[in-house]
C-alpha cells in the first residue's frame, strides 16, 4: 500500500490515525477499536466493512 495514502487516511468515525497491518490486510483504529479491510491494495473505509476487534485483541 502507497505510504502517501497512508499519511492521509484516517479513521472515518473519529478521524485519528489509523496502524497498517500488512500481514493481516487492515487498517486499525485503535480508539474505536475497528479494524477496515485492505482489498486487492484498497483500503475499504466503511463502518459496515470493519471488524470489531476482539477483547484480547492488541490494536
Same mark, same amino acid.
Not at 497491518?21 to 466503511?46: F, K, T
Given at each position: 500500500?502507497?505510504?502517501?495514502? $497512508?499519511?492521509?487516511?484516517? #479513521?472515518? *468515525?473519529?478521524?485519528?490515525?489509523?496502524?497498517?497491518? +500488512?500481514?493481516?490486510? !487492515? $487498517?486499525?483504529?485503535?480508539? #474505536?477499536? *475497528?479494524?477496515?479491510?485492505?482489498?486487492?491494495?484498497? +483500503?475499504?473505509?466503511? !463502518?459496515?466493512?470493519?471488524?470489531?476487534?476482539?477483547?484480547?485483541?492488541?490494536?
Amino acid at each position: 500500500m502507497d505510504s502517501r495514502l $497512508l499519511e492521509i487516511l484516517v #479513521c472515518p *468515525l473519529c478521524k485519528g490515525p489509523l496502524l497498517h497491518r +500488512p500481514s493481516r490486510h !487492515e $487498517l486499525v483504529c485503535s480508539p #474505536c477499536r *475497528l479494524a477496515y479491510p485492505v482489498r486487492d491494495g484498497i +483500503p475499504v473505509m466503511m !463502518e459496515t466493512e470493519a471488524r470489531r476487534l476482539a477483547e484480547d485483541e492488541t490494536p
